[in-house]
């Protein structure tokens, strides 16, 4: 179905396109066979569909929701742990109305989420609904304006809820509703003429957060109007759906550029006499003093920001910090481009010097984690154009390689033979080492295994990963029984250990029940 964006009629000539292509598709849905009035048109968007999933179950702790949060979100510490506590007393609070035992006075626990570009907010968000399971619609504030009579109408964020519940209203209910750009809908104070960005946006944005029932279909749907006027006709009567947002979740954020000014002014006024402690705040701790007056002067109505109690600072990231996330992030973009790259059946390597310098040219950028993105763009471009048509298979990423990529490209190309083996056989002890974090059982290679496992790599044209992760598909689990049974928790493989992986890691199995016995027969015999 299609759909006008604003509150401007169509002209005759769209309209008649729009219900000409609505008619041909109806009608091609129900063929030859007309739709008897016992029939229920099935699957209209205006019946209220029933509950197609399980329902929710939220049952995690703050700390939980925090350790999950951690694996894709570096810092933010603070952010993280307030964040997990207003989740969860929200969703356990949706638990209990599920179950009809809801708090009569409950308070929605709306937050608002300040912070510089690339600091992971949207990020944040986004995982923690992946983690409760609901669906989750991501908007921007400055494509709203008040009624929709230029831009969109905010209550089309709900009705996308229900689209990314596919259909189930009921599970919609329960959703979140992200609104980033918030800062951007502050309304001027000194502002002439009608207002279509600011206070009208505000204010139906503050109907949603409240409770209200935003019908299923937009006014602005010609289509789904005729469509509903169909139904109608054959059943006698127009079935309506609509979508109650008091569970509906919503967490809006911003930059904020200039609110540090306002809370800096009004510590300054606040501590008069003792007020150098406070300007020799930095903007990122100014912002940790930020009030509900200051969010009124920046330009936000009293009614709007009281719905919004939950307010959650996020700081900018350090050189070390953006080195963090391409280290050790779930989320990190140095995994997109080894599977970039990988699909050329090019291995890369990556090193500490490497990543630091790339966090650090990312750092200069001043746009936090998405300068990763822009930096790492411009190292690897020409390598993602040459690589692919040579012979390369590996290669390493150091600091001289980001500090200058053509002339790394360069050298490579000219030392590709070299090359090769000397960075098969690091990317074997990058294996050991992803094996012992993962794992936590330590093993290393000797040179002679390592050799061998090169080698076999080039032989059979695989990557030495995959080759590793297949020869050694079963040694955590083998080496967990030896560690339980012996405490040994450090293995060396050597070149048996290539050849023959698992007929060694039996052995070592069977010899460590074997050391158990003897222990066992002592114990019994004592007793």
């Known amino acids: 179905m299609l759909a ?198 505000q204010t139906n944005l503050l109907k949603l957060m409240e409770e209200t029932e935003v019908p299923a279909r937009s006014p602005q749907d010609i289509a789904g109007q005729v469509q509903a006027l169909l139904e109608l006709q054959q059943r006698g009567k127009k079935s309506v759906s609509v979508i109650n947002t008091k569970h509906i979740l919503f967490i809006v954020s911003g930059a904020f550029d200039g609110l540090e000014k306002i809370v800096r002014r009004r510590l300054r006024e606040a501590t008069i006499g003792f007020g150098a402690k406070h300007q020799a705040l930095e903007d990122a701790e100014c912002m940790e003093h930020v009030s509900t007056r200051d969010f009124i002067e920046f330009g936000f109505e009293p009614e709007f920001i009281g719905r919004l109690p939950v307010r959650v600072v996020c700081h900018p990231l350090t050189v070390d910090d953006l080195f963090t996330i391409l280290k050790a992030s779930e989320g990190s973009i140095i995994k997109q481009y080894e599977q970039t790259f990988a699909a050329y059946g090019i291995e890369v390597l990556f090193r500490d010097d490497g990543l630091r310098q790339i966090a650090q040219f990312a750092a200069e950028e001043q746009t936090g984690a998405r300068g990763l993105m822009t930096v790492c763009e411009r190292v690897f471009r020409e390598f993602k154009y040459e690589l692919p048509s040579t012979k390369v298979k590996r290669f390493v990423v150091g600091r001289e390689l980001v500090d200058e990529p053509l002339a790394g490209l360069k050298n490579l190309l000219q030392q590709q033979a070299i090359e090769e083996r000397a960075v098969a056989r690091q990317l074997v002890h990058d294996y050991a080492e992803r094996f012992t974090e993962m794992h936590g059982l330590r093993i290393r290679f000797t040179e002679s295994a390592a050799e061998l496992l090169v080698q076999a790599a080039i032989e059979q044209e695989l990557s030495v990963r995959d080759l590793c992760a297949s020869k050694f598909k079963d040694f955590q689990f083998g080496l967990k029984l030896v560690a339980q049974n012996t405490g040994q928790r450090e293995f060396l493989l050597d070149a048996e250990a290539i050849q023959t992986p698992d007929r060694v890691l039996s052995a070592w199995v069977v010899a460590s029940y074997r050391e158990t016995k003897p222990q066992a027969d002592s114990a019994g015999a004592s007793a």
């Open 4 to 201: 006008v964006s604003s509150n401007l009629p169509p002209s005759p000539e769209e309209f008649q396109r729009q219900f000409a292509d609505f008619m041909r598709q109806q009608f091609q849905t129900l063929g030859a066979k007309p739709l008897a009035k016992s029939e229920t048109a099935g699957s209209t968007e205006d019946s209220p569909p029933k509950s197609q999933s399980e329902p929710i179950r939220f049952e995690k702790k703050p700390r939980e929701v925090k350790a999950y949060l951690d694996r894709f979100v570096i810092k933010q510490e603070e952010a993280k742990k307030v964040l997990s506590v207003a989740l969860c007393d929200h969703y356990h609070h949706v638990r209990l109305a599920i179950e009809g035992k809801a708090q009569p006075n409950y308070t929605k626990q709306n937050i608002i989420l300040v912070g510089p570009t690339g600091v992971g907010k949207t990020y944040l968000i986004r995982s923690a609904a992946d983690l409760i399971g609901v669906p989750f619609v991501k908007g921007d504030a400055t494509k709203f304006s008040e009624t929709g009579y230029v831009g969109g109408d905010v209550e089309d964020l709900v009705r996308e809820l229900v689209r990314r519940a596919d259909g189930d209203v009921e599970r919609a209910q329960y959703g979140i509703i992200y609104i980033d750009e918030i800062d951007k809908i502050a309304a001027a104070s000194n502002l002439a003429g009608r207002d279509v960005s600011g206070r009208g946006v």
